[in-house]
């Protein structure tokens, strides 16, 4: 069957930056088949023609870092930085099995879906010995939503007795972690377009994870093809241990590790010198931006003009639920645009390359040339914005009117041609019923 999605606002995020205000878009079996505006193709006998009544079209979004485990521990440490944050956070987190983890990613994906997010990153790194299965419930929950997922079997092994920051029962050994990876890459891995499941190699952090282990990782998602990912250059508080341990920035120890590459990309970045800003665009290594998270742990904020402009790849994410209590992604673009302006003025960054971050950038991140835009041949990921509510009236240009007035519930969200959100609710899940259960499983955490 082909799907005419007419009568749309356009943004198809490709090169020349086209919209089409009386737009639309012909679709085939979860391809985008062509796009332009004016008179409608006339399709094939079995065209269905979806009239959006002037609401605005743009790509699904991507969201490049989240912990959806946290969404079990919102609110807590609330006045802490990021290691009391975390020191009080790991023996909760160690109470971890499969089934609070697949309550926890249906709820911070279908906040996801509803923000208009069709692929997310989850950066896993918690495992607990002996409890099994966290990775396949996060997929799961990706599969009956209907929404992507590029999922990390990420790893810890420098605990507190080493030098490092989480306990010591929260580590593992680095045989165990190179053979669970490989074992989920057999398993869950989908190479090539329109991928739904993927698996990224991600140690946690240069104060949770031996310099050995960091090797290891970048030498195994080389040799299977996967991405590679961490935090990086999060705090002052990391950037002081990385000088007094390793000798060197963060950024300088991952440049020796290997780690600086185009296979890799790092969250946060927000201590980058000049220099640095530069030694990542050299290496094509992309960045997670997340300001929300580092204003609610008041880590500071992220070079992101000098970064767009030294040509890196740069997407946008909500980070984790214990450090930003809300996964929409529609908000972060919002806020990349204010924090933006916060440190470099009114034109240091425009709405529509805010939300080029979250679309095209984020696929850029993540390594996915299929995603991110709205061109002939990319996957059918639409997210629709109404733009008739209360919060849009005035607006003459309705797309920098949905990023200053945002953010917003997708009216409907489009993954590989199927609906996973119409009418502002979830298609294939129950919205109060996904709620009630991770109530259950989050008293488990109190
Ligand atoms: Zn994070």
Not at 12 to 18: G, K, N, P, R
Not at 115 to 130: E, K
Not at 355 to 369: D, I, P, S, W
């Amino acid at each position: 069957m082909q799907s005419l999605y007419a009568n749309g606002w356009v943004v198809t995020m490709d090169d020349a930056a086209t919209e089409h205000p009386h737009g639309w878009v012909l679709v085939e079996e979860g391809v985008i088949v062509s796009i332009g505006s004016g008179a409608e193709p006339a399709g094939r006998d079995d065209l269905e023609r979806i009239d959006l009544g002037g609401a605005v079209v743009t790509p699904g979004l991507v969201n490049t870092h989240h912990h959806l485990c946290q969404t079990l521990t919102r609110a807590r440490a609330q006045q802490a930085d990021l290691f009391t944050w975390l020191r009080e956070l790991y023996p909760v987190w160690a109470r971890l099995d499969a089934e609070a983890e697949y309550a926890a990613a249906r709820t911070g994906l279908a906040e996801l879906a509803l923000s208009g997010c069709s692929t997310a990153f989850d950066h896993h790194y918690v495992f607990p010995r002996g409890r099994e299965g966290l990775v396949e419930a996060e997929v799961q929950a990706a599969r009956e939503l209907g929404v992507r997922i590029v999922a990390s079997r990420g790893s810890m092994d420098l605990g507190v007795a080493d030098g490092g920051l989480p306990p010591d029962d929260l580590v593992e050994d680095l045989d165990a972690i190179v053979a669970d990876t490989e074992r989920l890459h057999a398993e869950l891995h989908e190479p090539g377009a329109g991928a739904r499941v993927q698996i990224a190699v991600a140690p946690c952090s240069p104060f949770s994870v031996t310099g050995r282990l960091m090797e290891e990782s970048a030498t195994l998602a080389r040799r299977l093809g996967l991405p590679l990912h961490t935090h990086l250059a999060e705090t002052v508080e990391e950037e002081e241990y990385c000088r007094e341990l390793y000798g060197c920035t963060p950024v300088e120890y991952l440049d020796r590790l290997g780690w600086l590459a185009e296979d890799v990309w790092c969250a946060h970045c927000v201590h980058l010198s000049p220099a640095e800003v530069r030694r990542f665009a050299e290496t094509r290594t992309g960045v997670a931006h997340c300001p929300t998270s580092n204003l609610r742990l008041g880590a500071g904020i992220a070079p992101v003009r000098d970064l767009v402009d030294a040509g890196c790849r740069v997407g946008l994410g909500v980070d984790g639920s214990a450090s930003n209590e809300r996964s929409d992604l529609f908000a972060e673009v919002k806020q990349a645009l204010l924090v933006a302006r916060g440190r470099g003025g009114p034109d240091a960054m425009t709405a529509r390359e805010a939300l080029r971050l979250a679309t095209r950038g984020g696929a850029a991140v993540l390594g996915r040339e299929d995603l991110g835009t709205l061109e002939p041949g990319r996957q059918a990921d639409l997210a629709i914005w109404a733009v008739d509510g209360l919060e849009l009236g005035g607006a003459e240009d309705p797309v920098a009117g949905l990023v200053f007035a945002g953010p917003h519930r997708v009216e409907r969200l489009v993954v590989g041609g199927e609906d996973v959100v119409r009418g502002g609710a979830l298609v294939r899940a129950e919205e109060a019923e996904i709620a009630r259960a991770h109530r259950v499983q989050a008293r488990r955490f109190a």
